[in-house]
Nanobody
Framework: QVQLVESGGGLVQAGGSLRLSCAGS????????MGWFRQAPGKEREFVAG????????YYADSVKGRFTISKDNAKNTLYLQMNSLKPEDTAVYYC???????????????????WGQGTQVTVSS
């Protein structure tokens, strides 16, 4: 089992940047594919970005492609989401998620992930 704790959220102006981190404990990250999801007020949680267990494959939602970058440091058991050119519509609670796998694929759906963090708030002002 792995425990996940997100950090790095906050208030930023439109056009600014933030880097979210997701620290894991309990198991080595090298066994896990991981992802970032977000949930805006009144909306369902949605996929943002995913990364394979090795870090060799990534996938992004169209809404963040070219602005966000997901990365994974297995030695530090930490997942990152670099968010640039932020927009007000990026405002949401951001969650990291993990699933233990030996597959090289990137998982895109909530039900594919077994472990979740508590979330970190990102607010982008216009």
């Amino acid at each position: 089992q792995v425990q996940l704790v997100e950090s790095g959220g906050g208030l930023v102006q439109a056009g600014g940047s933030l880097r979210l981190s997701c620290a894991g404990s309990g198991r080595t990250f090298s066994d896990y594919a991981m992802g970032w999801f977000r949930q805006a007020p009144g909306k369902e949680r949605e996929f943002v970005a995913g990364i394979s267990w090795s870090g060799g494959s990534t996938y992004y939602a169209d809404s963040v492609k070219g602005r966000f970058t997901i990365s994974k440091d297995n030695a530090k058991n930490t997942l990152y989401l670099q968010m640039n050119s932020l927009k007000p519509e990026d405002t949401a609670v951001y969650y990291c998620a993990a699933v233990r796998t030996d597959s090289r694929v990137v998982f895109l759906r909530e039900y594919e992930y077994a472990y979740w963090g508590q979330g970190t708030q990102v607010t982008v002002s216009s």
